[in-house]
């Protein structure tokens, strides 16, 4: 099992970026797809951006993609989520997520780990 700590949401202008980071702790991050996911208020949560264990394979949302680079440091323990260009609709709360595997997929069931979630909010 791997925790999870998110960090870099907050308040932004439309049209503004933000860079979110997911700190992972244990000694095994690197075995680790991992994925970002968000929630608006009452809608179910959506993929966003996934990454492979090196890095070397990536997958965006088709709504987002040419707004998002997913990128990892094992190094570091951490994944980040450049996001650009951003609207209003962006609004949610963004969830890192942690698969034992390998390789990413766009499906939240696929994953086994789960942080509690950093707040972005795009005012207009």
């Known amino acids: 099992q791997v925790q999870l700590v998110e960090s870099g949401g907050g308040l932004v202008q439309a049209g503004g970026s933000l860079r979110l980071s997911c700190a992972a702790s244990g000694r095994t991050f690197s075995r680790y797809a991992m994925g970002w996911f968000r929630q608006a208020p009452g809608k179910e949560r959506e993929f966003v951006a996934s990454?492979?264990?090196?890095?070397?394979?990536?997958d965006y949302s088709d709504s987002l993609k040419g707004r998002l680079t997913i990128s990892r440091d094992n190094a570091k323990n951490t994944v980040y989520l450049q996001i650009n260009s951003l609207k209003p609709e962006d609004t949610a709360v963004y969830y890192c997520?942690?698969?034992?595997?390998?390789?990413?997929?766009?499906?939240?069931?696929?994953?086994?780990?789960w942080g509690q979630g950093t707040q972005v909010t795009v005012s207009s």
């Open positions: 990454i492979s264990w090196s890095g070397g394979s990536t």
């Open positions: 997520a942690a698969r034992r595997n390998f390789y990413a997929t766009r499906y939240l069931h696929d994953y086994d780990d």
